[in-house]
Every structure is written in structure tokens, then in C-alpha cells.
């Protein structure tokens, strides 16, 4: 039995990603804060929504899915009902696995993971890492549950807040390419829809070629920019506006942010 305690975006996601994979709605509880929201999860996925406490007590794995901020006083919720030998996952950005421990005790196993949306859609990037006093069964079951709805990497605990400002976030900074880019089109006189599926699939296509060629991303992009070409002009603009370095920037400042949500 799986439990998914806070089943908000994120957990919802992680939800449907375990029924894509072939776990079924029996096999998988939900804990939520507003009944509306329960009969909601009922209706879309057939899964039942239960008190933090009964799912603590009923799963042999816990997904902790909430707001880092919220981590604290759930812990102190469910460590009175935790038994023994129960596999914890905790995918809160900024949350350690010595802060799950310590509210924990009994040298529970924790294993915390940093993954993204691209979950629904089975494309997901989750990088994971063990807790004192988890080993390599924990880490496999973990990876067990999310390698269906994608990629699934270790690392080092000690990379985990760089990961979530990395990967984490990273969709958010791809929608945002997306939304400049189509602006972009329509300046230049393109429809919106027709700026958006050029610029979508050009996304798309440059991934694919990305991940499945091999190449570094400098050789790829040094392919498509001829001498005192289009792309050469458009690449000495960002260079001149900086974007390299505003990229360096705010993906040092959202690891940051994720430090400060943990520690608040």
C-alpha cells in the first residue's frame, strides 16, 4: 500500500503517474485537507482519502507530498502512528532527510527526491537520495515507483537543492523561453497559434536531438549558427542582454529560495 499525503499538484501528479504505471486505485490512499477536494480525487482516479493518520498507520511507503512549510506539523501528525519499518519519501523542496528523521525517530528509512510536472506526462526528471537510514532496497523501490513516469537519477543529498532549482523548476523556465519566443513571432507579424506551434515543436525537436544524439549542447548549437548568419545575430543579442548570466542567477536564487522555505 501507498500512501500520498498532500495530494495537491504535485501529489496528484505522483498519483496519476502510479495508476499510468499499473498500481491500482486499492492500492493507493490520499490524504487532503477539503472533502470537496476527496471526492474529487474519488471521481477522477477511484482512490480513497483517508486522515494522515490512518495512512501512516495502513501504507508500507509514504510519498510526504506538502509545502515545505506545512512539513514540520505533519511529521509531528503522523510520527505517533508511523509502525516500524515503513519506507518514508519525501518530495518537498528544502527538506532534509535528517529533518524527517529527527521528527521520525526508530531510525526510519527516508529518501528524498526532487521531481517535476512533465510527471503527467510520463517525462518526468526525479533525482533522488538516501537517508541515514536507508539502503540500497529503499532506493530501489523509490526509483521502482517513479521510473515509469520518467528519469530517474541519484545524487548526493548535498545536491538535492541545487537539483530542485535546477530540474525542479526547470519546466517554469522553459514555459517562460516559450512565452518570449512566441511574443516574439507575433512582433515579427505571426499568428499567435503559429507561433506557438513553431516555436513548441522547435522546443520539442532540440530536446529529442539533445538527449538522443549525444552531442553537447556547444556542437549542437555551433551547427546551427553559420558565419555572420541569422543566428549569430540573434545569439550576440542575449549575450549582449546578458541572459547567460541572468540564467547563472536566478537558478542560484531559487536554490536559495528553497533553502529559506525549508528553514521558515
Known amino acids: 500500500m501507498i500512501a500520498i499525503l498532500g495530494t495537491g499538484k504535485m501529489g496528484e501528479a505522483l498519483l496519476s503517474g502510479l495508476l499510468r504505471a499499473g498500481f491500482k486505485p486499492g492500492d493507493v490512499l490520499a490524504t487532503v485537507r477539503r472533502p470537496d477536494r476527496a471526492r474529487a480525487l474519488a471521481e477522477s482516479y477511484g482512490v480513497r482519502a483517508v486522515s494522515n493518520a490512518e495512512a501512516a498507520k495502513s501504507a508500507d511507503t509514504l510519498i510526504l507530498a506538502v509545502k515545505p512549510q506545512d512539513m514540520g506539523a505533519l511529521l509531528a501528525e503522523i510520527a505517533p502512528h508511523l509502525p516500524p519499518g515503513r519506507l518514508v519519501i519525501t518530495a518537498a523542496a528544502?527538506?532534509?532527510?535528517?529533518?524527517?528523521?529527527?521528527?521520525?525517530?526508530?531510525?526510519?528509512?527516508?529518501v528524498r527526491v526532487m521531481s517535476n510536472t512533465p510527471i503527467r506526462f510520463d517525462e518526468a526528471m526525479s533525482v533522488i537520495s538516501a537517508g541515514a537510514y536507508a539502503g540500497e532496497e529503499h532506493l530501489r523501490r523509490t526509483e521502482d515507483l517513479l521510473r515509469p513516469v520518467?528519469?530517474?537519477l541519484r545524487i548526493p543529498e548535498s545536491q538535492q537543492d541545487a537539483?530542485?532549482?535546477?530540474?525542479?523548476?526547470?519546466?517554469?523556465?522553459?514555459?517562460?523561453?516559450?512565452?518570449?519566443?512566441?511574443?516574439?513571432?507575433?512582433?515579427?507579424?505571426?499568428?499567435?497559434?503559429?507561433?506557438?506551434?513553431?516555436v513548441t515543436q522547435s522546443i520539442v525537436g532540440a530536446a529529442v536531438m539533445l538527449r538522443d544524439s549525444g552531442e553537447h549542447p556547444v556542437i549542437l548549437?555551433?551547427?546551427?549558427?553559420?558565419?555572420?548568419?541569422?543566428?549569430?545575430?540573434?545569439?550576440?543579442?542575449?549575450?549582449?542582454h546578458s541572459v547567460r548570466a541572468a540564467f547563472?542567477?536566478?537558478?542560484?536564487?531559487?536554490?536559495?529560495?528553497?533553502?529559506?522555505?525549508?528553514?521558515?
Request: aromatic share 6%.
Open 94 to 110: 528544502g527538506i532534509t532527510t535528517a529533518f524527517v528523521e529527527q521528527r521520525l525517530g526508530a531510525e526510519t528509512a527516508v
Open 163 to 198: 537539483a530542485t532549482a535546477l530540474s525542479g523548476s526547470g519546466p517554469a523556465y522553459f514555459f517562460y523561453l516559450v512565452e518570449a519566443m512566441v511574443d516574439a513571432g507575433i512582433l515579427l507579424g505571426m499568428p499567435r497559434a503559429a507561433a506557438l506551434d513553431m
Open 221 to 240: 548549437r555551433e551547427a546551427v549558427t553559420s558565419p555572420g548568419g541569422t543566428t549569430i545575430a540573434a545569439i550576440a543579442e542575449l549575450e549582449r
Open 248 to 264: 547563472l542567477a536566478a537558478i542560484e536564487a531559487a536554490r536559495d529560495r528553497g533553502r529559506e522555505l525549508a528553514s521558515g
Open 150 to 152: 520518467g528519469k530517474v
